[in-house]
């Protein structure tokens, strides 16, 4: 999934690459691609700047954060990124972050690794508590039910531990 721009001579490039989804097995992730990605981009390159600016578009799979059941995630993510060569001031060691560092990426060896560009993506178009639906009921914290396929009988009264003293002196009144 290398992106080789050592050909590219202060010109644009169009790029249209479809991956399928077993591309991105990432192991524990609890994201799944469900869809084949579409990527389309036009690289820019002047000097060693280069610039991608196009679209990835997918569907991915993930859990809700309150019943944890499956659902997908469409992505239609629009890309305007920066990338400059990795020097080996920038390479090595910590140094701080400016505000002009932040849109920017760096490739080696005049090729830039489309892989990590789309799962970069990815993770930046995931909301950040993944909700299968707005009114999603979650689980039953007492026996575990998904609220939103079944009703139970358990008791969702929670009483605050720490306010049972006051509670008691209100009783004896």
């Keep these: 999934m290398l ?11 169009h790029i ?13 992730d609890a994201v799944r691609v469900a869809e084949p990605i579409n990527l389309v981009v036009d690289a820019r390159k002047d000097g060693t700047k280069v610039r991608l600016t196009g679209k990835v578009e997918t569907s991915l799979e993930c859990e809700c954060s309150r019943c944890l059941e499956t659902f ?16 080996e001031t920038a390479a090595e060691g910590e140094r701080g972050i400016e505000e002009d560092d932040l849109g920017v990426s760096y490739y080696r060896d005049d ?18 508590k993944p909700l299968c639906r707005e009114a999603c ?3 039953c914290p007492t ?3 998904n609220r939103n396929r079944e009703t139970c ?13 006051l509670k008691a002196l209100k009783t004896r009144k």
């Design 3 to 13: 992106l080789d721009i050592s050909h590219i001579r202060g010109g644009v490039e």
């Design 16 to 28: 249209e690459r479809r991956f399928e989804p077993s591309t991105f097995t990432a192991g524990d």
């Design 72 to 87: 997908r995630v469409p992505v239609d993510v629009t890309l305007d990124l920066l990338f400059l060569p990795a020097t």
């Design 111 to 128: 090729a830039i690794d489309l892989g990590d560009v789309v799962r970069e993506q990815f993770y930046l178009a995931l909301p950040m």
């Design 137 to 139: 009921k979650g689980l």
């Design 143 to 145: 026996c575990g039910i």
């Design 153 to 165: 009988t358990c008791e969702s009264v929670w009483v605050d531990p720490r306010l049972e003293a």
